[in-house]
Each structure stands twice: as structure tokens, then as C-alpha cells.
């Protein structure tokens, strides 16, 4: 690393000789202390006085302890901030090739709620240091190129990498004894009340297909709150076709009122994508991130 204003030249490993040289008062105690021979150490203390143009040290020669000038004392009161600096430096580099930094991950609620936390326990088990930043939103589109990472439900347009972690199959979420154990045919969802989310994200696919199928049950209430659509399943309201991980995050199975069913034919799996700017270089934060997505995904979606 050079520094260079006007032909000041001064190297940091000059700098470093130099503060090595004032704190020991002599060439042969600085050299061991640095590893060098003395002569390595005088013909930098030498090319140092080349380039801030006068000597640093007055050498008086035997066993007397050499002198800094005043001039080398500038030197080295600015060289010592240098130094810091490039020390604090290097350490802020390593800590970020280690897993440190900050990481900014877009998210949506059965993702916050199921695969997240898992994520957020490792990374800080794992790197302790970390700044995690969590934006969660309800979109057709995401703001992919905000963020490092983001979580959604389909692909995204433009220059988007996509990752898909896991297929989310649906179930129908009714009050018990709405209707007999087991599955449930889609065609007996022909009129029902239906609790459901926006026409939004992947809601527009389920709706289709509803509709290729020619059914068509009766919308009671929308709303983006997953867990007011269950609210309003428990109150009798209507029932509600959700994603598996949603009804996963919910723990249906406490809830002695409600009850989940397949449904026949099944309808096509909402596809959970992991997604990031295609042009973008991940720091080795936002790759473990990706790694230990992929591995919770993967242990969500194993079979019980």
C-alpha cells in the first residue's frame, strides 16, 4: 500500500519499521522485534528519509540509543494513525470473509414465521457479530435489487437469480365437522365460503385453478393476515385453502376446533423461491444465509 501526495511516498511497512525503530532505540532490537535483518531495517528507515526528504533519526553511533528528529516525529505521530487504521482495516476484512457484517433478507409471513427464525438461530449461533435486517412485504412484485436475499413465492422479472427451495402444497383449513374426515373433493368447495388472502402472489394461481376446474366458492373476507384468516375459520365464518407452511407455522394441531384436509384433485404447490440481483457478488454472509436456507427447506419439506 502506498500513500502518495507530491512524491511523499512512505510505504506502511516503512511506517511500521519506522514506530519499531522509536519504540526499541535501536536498528538490531527492531529487526528481531520484526524479523528482519538490520540491514533490511536500515535500507528501509533509508528509502523512508528518501521519501519524506530529511532524516528521522539521529544516529549517534555505539551503544547509545538512536534519536527520532523532529521531522521524524511527524512522521510517526501520523504514521501511527496509519497504521491503526490499516490495522482496524484488515481486521474489519477478516471478520467479514469470517461471516460478519450485515445481511438484508426480504421476507413474507409464512416464511417469517417458519423458515426464518430457523435461519436467523444458525447465523447467529454461527456468527455472533452479525447485523441481520429483516423487511417483510405482500407483493406481486419484489423489490428484489433492495436487498440481499429475498424470500417469494415465484419468480421474480428481470435480471433475477432464482432458487427454489421447496414445493408448499395446499389444505383446506375447516372447523371440525365441516367436513367428513379425509380429503375433500374440490367440487364440494363449489359455493362454499372461503376465507382467503388477496388476489395477490400465488392467491391468482389457486383461483384459477378454482376456476379451470369450474368451481367457484364464495369469497366472505380477504385479508393479508394469515392468522385472521384462521381467526375467522374458528368463528365460523367460511373455511380457507391455505399453503402447508402456513398452516405449519399456525400449529393446527393444539387447535381442537379447527381440522386440515387434503383436497382431490390436489391443486399445484405454491413454489417458494429464494431470490438475489443476478449482477450481485454475496459476501460469505449472504452464502451461508443461501446454504442453511436450503438446508431448512429441505428438512421442512421431508416427509413426516
Same mark, same amino acid.
Given at each position: 500500500?502506498?500513500?502518495?501526495?507530491?512524491?511523499?511516498?512512505?510505504?506502511?511497512?516503512?511506517?511500521?519499521?519506522?514506530?519499531? /525503530?522509536?519504540?526499541?532505540?535501536?536498528?538490531?532490537?527492531?529487526?528481531? =522485534?520484526?524479523?528482519?535483518?538490520?540491514?533490511?531495517?536500515?535500507?528501509?528507515?533509508?528509502?523512508? +528519509?528518501?521519501? /519524506?526528504?530529511?532524516?528521522?533519526?539521529?544516529?549517534?553511533?555505539?551503544?547509545?540509543?538512536? @534519536?527520532? &528528529?523532529?521531522?521524524?516525529? /511527524?512522521?510517526?505521530?501520523?504514521?501511527?494513525?496509519?497504521?491503526?487504521?490499516?490495522?482496524?482495516?484488515?481486521?474489519?476484512?477478516?471478520?467479514?470473509?469470517?461471516?460478519?457484517?450485515?445481511?438484508?433478507?426480504?421476507?413474507?409471513?409464512?416464511?417469517?414465521?417458519?423458515?426464518?427464525?430457523?435461519?436467523?438461530?444458525?447465523?447467529?449461533?454461527?456468527?455472533?457479530?452479525?447485523?441481520?435486517?429483516?423487511?417483510?412485504?405482500?407483493?406481486?412484485?419484489?423489490?428484489?435489487? +433492495?436487498?440481499?436475499?429475498?424470500?417469494?413465492?415465484?419468480?421474480?422479472?428481470?435480471?433475477?437469480?432464482?432458487?427454489?427451495?421447496?414445493?408448499?402444497?395446499?389444505?383446506?383449513?375447516?372447523?371440525?365437522? &365441516?367436513?367428513?374426515?379425509?380429503p375433500v373433493r374440490l367440487a364440494q368447495l363449489d359455493g362454499a365460503p372461503l376465507v382467503a388472502p388477496?388476489?395477490?402472489?400465488?392467491?391468482? =394461481?389457486?383461483?384459477?385453478?378454482?376456476? =379451470?376446474?369450474?368451481? =367457484?366458492? @364464495?369469497?366472505?373476507?380477504?385479508? &393479508?393476515?394469515?392468522?385472521?384468516?384462521?381467526?375467522?375459520?374458528?368463528?365460523?365464518?367460511?373455511?380457507?385453502?391455505?399453503?402447508?407452511?402456513?398452516?405449519?407455522?399456525?400449529?393446527?394441531?393444539?387447535?381442537? @376446533?379447527?381440522?386440515?384436509?387434503?383436497?382431490?384433485p390436489a391443486l399445484p404447490p405454491r413454489e417458494i423461491f429464494l431470490l438475489w440481483p443476478a449482477d450481485?457478488?454475496?459476501?460469505?454472509?449472504?452464502? @451461508?444465509?443461501?446454504?442453511?436456507?436450503?438446508?431448512?427447506?429441505?428438512?421442512?419439506?421431508?416427509?413426516?
Amino acid at each position: 500500500m502506498f500513500i502518495s501526495y507530491a512524491g511523499f511516498m512512505p510505504e506502511l511497512r516503512h511506517l511500521t519499521t519506522l514506530a519499531a /525503530v522509536a519504540d526499541e532505540g535501536s536498528f538490531g532490537r527492531a529487526a528481531a =522485534r520484526l524479523g528482519y535483518t538490520q540491514s533490511t531495517v536500515s535500507q528501509q528507515i533509508a528509502a523512508l +528519509e528518501k521519501a /519524506v526528504g530529511g532524516g528521522v533519526f539521529d544516529r549517534p553511533g555505539g551503544p547509545k540509543p538512536v @534519536r527520532i &528528529t523532529p521531522l521524524g516525529a /511527524v512522521v510517526l505521530a501520523h504514521g501511527r494513525e496509519l497504521l491503526a487504521k490499516a490495522e482496524a482495516m484488515a481486521a474489519a476484512v477478516d471478520r467479514f470473509k469470517a461471516g460478519e457484517g450485515r445481511i438484508d433478507i426480504g421476507t413474507f409471513q409464512s416464511v417469517s414465521n417458519v423458515i426464518l427464525p430457523l435461519v436467523v438461530r444458525r447465523l447467529h449461533d454461527e456468527h455472533p457479530g452479525c447485523d441481520i435486517r429483516l423487511f417483510e412485504e405482500e407483493s406481486d412484485q419484489p423489490h428484489v435489487g +433492495e436487498v440481499d436475499l429475498t424470500f417469494f413465492d415465484g419468480r421474480a422479472e428481470g435480471a433475477v437469480e432464482h432458487l427454489k427451495l421447496l414445493d408448499d402444497p395446499y389444505l383446506l383449513v375447516a372447523r371440525r365437522g &365441516t367436513f367428513a374426515e379425509g380429503p375433500v373433493r374440490l367440487a364440494q368447495l363449489d359455493g362454499a365460503p372461503l376465507v382467503a388472502p388477496p388476489p395477490i402472489c400465488d392467491q391468482v =394461481r389457486v383461483e384459477q385453478a378454482f376456476a =379451470r376446474r369450474g368451481v =367457484r366458492p @364464495r369469497i366472505v373476507f380477504r385479508t &393479508t393476515c394469515n392468522e385472521t384468516v384462521l381467526s375467522m375459520v374458528r368463528a365460523g365464518l367460511g373455511s380457507a385453502v391455505l399453503p402447508q407452511l402456513t398452516v405449519h407455522g399456525a400449529d393446527l394441531d393444539a387447535d381442537g @376446533r379447527l381440522c386440515t384436509h387434503e383436497l382431490r384433485p390436489a391443486l399445484p404447490p405454491r413454489e417458494i423461491f429464494l431470490l438475489w440481483p443476478a449482477d450481485r457478488t454475496h459476501s460469505p454472509l449472504a452464502a @451461508r444465509a443461501i446454504e442453511i436456507a436450503v438446508e431448512v427447506a429441505a428438512q421442512i419439506a421431508k416427509p413426516a
